[in-house]
């Protein structure tokens, strides 16, 4: 079992920066897919970043490519999401997940991951 927690949420202004953190208490995130997700009120969940555990390989979804950046620190067991230039409509709950299964490959679906932190508020002010 794992237990993902995140860190790093908080209100900022438009243009303004965010690092949000992911730790892992268990077992190792070199080696698995990493996902961040975020849902916004009365939306569904959406792909916001991910890091294959297969390669060095990263992807981004189309709304913050450009702007945000995942990364790994596999020594500390916890990945990033570096987040700049942020607008109004980043505005959400913004998950960890972890895919323990799929050979370390990356996927875009929510469904494919079995691990998830319980999300930290990112409120972006216009």
């Known amino acids: 079992q794992v237990t993902l927690v995140e860190s790093g949420g908080g209100l900022v202004q438009t243009g303004g920066s965010l690092r949000l953190s992911c730790s892992a208490s268990?077992?190792?995130?070199?080696?698995?897919?990493m996902g961040w997700f975020r849902q916004a009120p009365g939306k569904d969940r959406e792909f916001v970043a991910g890091?294959?555990?297969?390669?060095?390989?990263?992807y981004y979804g189309d709304s913050v490519t450009g702007r945000f950046t995942i990364s790994r620190d596999n020594a500390k067991n916890t990945i990033y999401l570096q987040m700049n230039s942020l607008k109004p409509e980043d505005t959400a709950v913004y998950y960890c997940?972890?895919?323990?299964?799929?050979?370390?490959?990356?996927?875009?679906?929510?469904?494919?991951?079995?691990?998830w932190g319980m999300g930290t508020q990112v409120t972006v002010s216009s």
């Open positions: 997940a972890a895919r323990s299964s799929g050979f370390g490959f990356l996927s875009v679906r929510q469904g494919a991951y079995d691990y």
């Open positions: 890091y294959s555990g297969s390669s060095e390989s990263t």
């Open positions: 268990e077992g190792t995130i070199s080696d698995v897919a």
